[in-house]
């Protein structure tokens, strides 16, 4: 089955710099990886994401890169703002019915003022 | 349009009592899903749904059952709670439309069994 890996587990950053989350995916065959942005309380909810076809896609301050050789995606967050403050899921969609997703294990990122 | 609405937010039970977790959504979508978020697990899934009338295992379906009567409702049941079910669940919905992947979640339900 598929195997995703997120790094780092804890992520803290300045007001106003830059912020990158890592995933690893094992099966080729996967087609579509979205990112996830949780707040306290609450549901995840999609930011973005990118399809295999595609290297990379930007909305606004958040961009994801996708290299399928070394099968890892990458979310940039530029220009943080404390509002940023959550925690992050990586996903990776199975090649199987039911559209079903793999995610990794969340990335808690603060932003200090 | 709410969404992806789940009942109860919070929920408190003693080990061997049973309960059913309800999940609705009002976007006609096809595909639903019960996932169970535990701290630095990420989001597992339990059960899944194609749609009304269907059902179907996920990574970790054991302890839990689940029902499609209705297209815009998923409910999922734990018969004989136990301590390691404690955990937040949540609902997500998609389209089932080829090529239209994205997931939508519900607030989740906070589960204790004691």
């Known amino acids: 089955g598929e195997n995703v890996e997120q790094h780092p587990s804890t992520l803290s950053v300045q007001e106003g710099d830059s912020a990158v989350i890592k995933c690893t995916y094992s099966?080729?065959?996967?087609?579509?990886f979205p990112w996830y942005k949780q707040e306290l309380g609450k549901g995840p909810q999609l930011i973005i994401d990118?399809?295999?076809?595609?290297g990379e896609k930007k909305d606004q301050r958040i961009a994801v890169t996708l290299n399928k050789t070394a099968k890892h995606f990458s979310l940039h967050i530029t220009e943080t703002q404390p509002e940023d403050s959550a925690v992050y899921f990586c996903?990776?969609?199975?090649?199987?019915?039911?559209?079903?997703?793999?995610f990794g294990t969340g990335t808690s990122l603060t932003v200090i003022p | 349009n709410a969404g992806v609405t789940q009942t109860p937010k919070f929920r408190v039970l003693k080990t061997g009592q049973s309960m059913t977790l309800l999940c609705a959504q009002d976007?006609?979508?096809?595909?639903m899903y019960w996932y169970r978020q535990d701290p630095g697990m990420g989001l597992r899934l339990i059960h899944y749904s194609v749609g009304e009338g269907t059902t179907a295992k996920g990574e970790v379906p054991d302890g839990y059952n689940v029902s499609r009567l209705k297209k815009q409702n998923f409910l999922l049941g734990l018969e004989s709670a136990a301590p390691s079910q404690t955990s937040v669940y949540f609902c997500a919905s998609s389209y089932g439309v080829a090529g239209v992947y994205e997931q939508y979640f519900g607030p989740g339900t906070r589960l204790t069994v004691t």
């Open positions: 099966d080729s065959a996967s087609n579509y």
């Open positions: 996903a990776a969609r199975r090649a199987s019915t039911g559209n079903q997703f793999y």
């Open positions: 990118i399809r295999s076809n595609v």
């Open positions: 976007m006609n979508h096809e595909y």
